[in-house]
């Protein structure tokens, strides 16, 4: 341990960032930006942009494995090979599980990336925004404590991250999902426009829009374009696709401000009674397993839902017995993630003269259409969206289990493949007290911190919910005059949505929740949560644009806060 005066100067700083992700380098960017020295912690390697995308440029063939999961994949990584992007080009970027254990009262996926960036590079980059018909779903259905700020407290600050990130997309003047600042859309293929326009015939009142994504489709802010390879999650050399090292942590890094520091595993926040306020954080070096201290005016936890929310309830105090800020006791609990149980397929004869070039980083959209806009359910409350795709597939893919040789069954393979088009349902998680996550203290992991214990479980509502999209998508397919249509439920638990938010929720009431409307903990001033874990709802659009905004705008607070003298 650091005592000597210098020392302690050296690890002080304006603002401490946990975490380098979405949320995190939104942070440090806006922090640095400001003219705050800011310490951002990642708790995984280093992983530089570019240098470090080692398997980015190579072909299937060029890899160990020709981009397949191993036995020992199965062995090491049994909860991370779940998750879609996980194969042989992108193994290093999740962590090995057998280092990283868990516990299960109920099944949760826990998919994560600990190195520099997280998880932003490896996300699927859609990005919707949300509307009132969620930030108001709360108070108007009684599910869960009412959010603190509204649609228009955040739709400036959609624009400004926006007009950074790069968004592509349509103006489709949709309430549910409220315009924004967009790039050209990436064109639907000819099956789905027939899709589309048949949605339109049979079901007037639920809308078929491009898919919305932080790739970019023209060079925007000196980076992209989109190449069209459909490999964002190597990490893009063309720096097209949405990553904190691409974009955040390289703008933070011009400031001379940020100092970033990895292997860099938060134990706790420290807090001193007599102020009233955190006045640092504990780390332990992931290498040595040595503790250090660093301090800072203001903290930004950014470490994604789960690991933020086991830093809080890892910080105890005898003012705070059951983790930093957690007077109201919801700390861990309220845990929710979006349910992508429902799934649909179904091929089309036609259009056998049409193909496509590249390989699209998004499809197109049905946007929320239940309990809205005067359709009312009986059976279930709040609503899902449905994301989906259609294309020709190849014949090669097929061919690889077929025998044969030669000049003719080589040229068979060239050719393309029938029209298939798949969907997705993407359904809204009620906030249920029970669904939580908390400490295990006596089972510890490779550095002395406690294991997380899950107890988390679809509810009624969403078994309805999921009942209503199964039966919606095979009509809309049957009714589009599609072939061999079919609908199951994968059954996967909650996690596997990648989604996981709620558990240090936002709210009015501290006696509900754990933030303000301004991200702020309730009982501690100078510490803010802005990732997953302050969501008071999952609505049913993807989040992280919803992380960025939120992000940016509690920075400009915390700094207005800071220059008042009030933080």
Request: hydrophobic share 35%; aromatic share 10%; with cysteine.
């Amino acid at each position: 341990m650091y005592t000597n005066t210098t020392s302690v100067k050296k690890r002080t700083f304006d603002a401490i960032v946990i975490g380098s992700g979405i949320s995190g380098g939104w942070a440090a960017k806006e922090f640095t930006e400001k003219g705050l020295k800011t310490l951002v912690l990642e708790r995984g390697r280093k992983l530089e942009h570019i240098a470090d995308y080692h398997t980015a440029m190579k072909a299937p063939w060029e890899l160990e494995n020709r981009n397949m999961h191993t036995n020992d994949d199965k062995a090491h990584y049994p909860i991370q090979t779940k998750c879609y992007a996980f194969n042989d080009g992108t193994r290093h970027l999740f962590v090995r599980d057998s280092d990283h254990p868990y516990q299960e009262t109920k099944s949760f996926d826990w998919i994560r990336g600990y190195h520099v960036g997280g998880k932003s590079l490896m996300w699927a980059r859609q990005t919707y925004r949300w509307s009132d018909f969620d930030f108001e779903a709360n108070s108007r259905d009684g599910h869960g404590t009412d959010w603190p700020i509204r649609y228009a407290d955040i739709a400036p600050w959609y624009s400004y991250v926006e007009k950074y990130a790069g968004i592509n997309g349509n103006r489709d003047g949709l309430p549910q999902i409220p315009d924004g600042e967009f790039l050209p859309p990436i064109e639907l293929t000819v099956v789905e426009k027939h899709f589309q326009s048949e949605m339109k015939k049979f079901f007037p009142g639920i809308p078929v829009v491009q898919g919305r994504s932080a790739n970019l489709t023209v060079r925007h802010n000196d980076r992209g374009p989109c190449q069209f390879r459909h490999l964002c999650h190597r990490g893009c050399p063309f720096s097209a696709a949405f990553a904190s090292q691409a974009t955040t942590l390289a703008a933070a890094a011009l400031t001379k401000k940020m100092t970033l520091r990895t292997d860099s595993i938060v134990h706790s926040i420290i807090y001193d009674e007599k102020k009233g306020r955190a006045t640092g954080v504990r780390v332990i070096d992931a290498n040595t397993k040595a503790m250090t201290e660093y301090y800072a005016k203001v903290i930004f936890v950014n470490a994604g839902t789960i690991n933020t929310t086991t830093i809080l309830l890892n910080s105890d105090s005898a003012r705070f017995p059951k983790g930093l800020g957690n007077d109201s006791g919801v700390l861990g609990h309220y845990l929710m993630d979006h349910c992508y149980r429902g799934r649909a397929y179904a091929s089309f004869d036609g259009f056998q003269d049409h193909y496509h070039k590249g390989r699209r980083p998004t499809g197109f959209y049905i946007p929320r259409f239940r309990n809205i806009l005067g359709d009312k359910q009986d059976k279930f409350v709040r609503g899902y969206a449905i994301g989906g795709s259609a294309e020709r597939g190849a014949a090669w893919t097929s061919g690889a289990y077929k025998e044969g040789f030669g000049a003719d069954f080589k040229a068979a393979m060239t050719r393309p493949g029938n029209w298939d088009l798949g969907l997705h349902m993407q359904g809204e998680c009620l906030p249920h007290f029970d669904n939580k996550l908390t400490l295990d203290k006596a089972k510890t992991d490779a550095w002395g911190m406690p294991t997380v214990n899950f107890d988390c479980q679809w509810r009624d509502n969403e078994e309805a919910m999921l009942k209503d999209g199964l039966a919606m998508m095979q009509e809309m397919l049957e009714k589009a005059g599609f072939k061999n249509v079919g609908a199951y439920d994968n059954h996967e638990p909650p996690g596997r949505g990648i989604h996981e938010m709620g558990t240090a929720r936002m709210g009015k009431d501290p006696k509900t929740s754990m933030v303000n409307g301004n991200n702020q903990l309730h009982a501690v001033a100078n510490v803010f949560v802005t990732d997953g874990a302050c969501m008071a709802s999952t609505g049913t659009q993807n989040p992280s644009l919803t992380y960025m905004a939120l992000t940016a705008r509690a920075v400009d607070f915390a700094v207005k806060a800071l220059k008042k003298k009030e933080l």
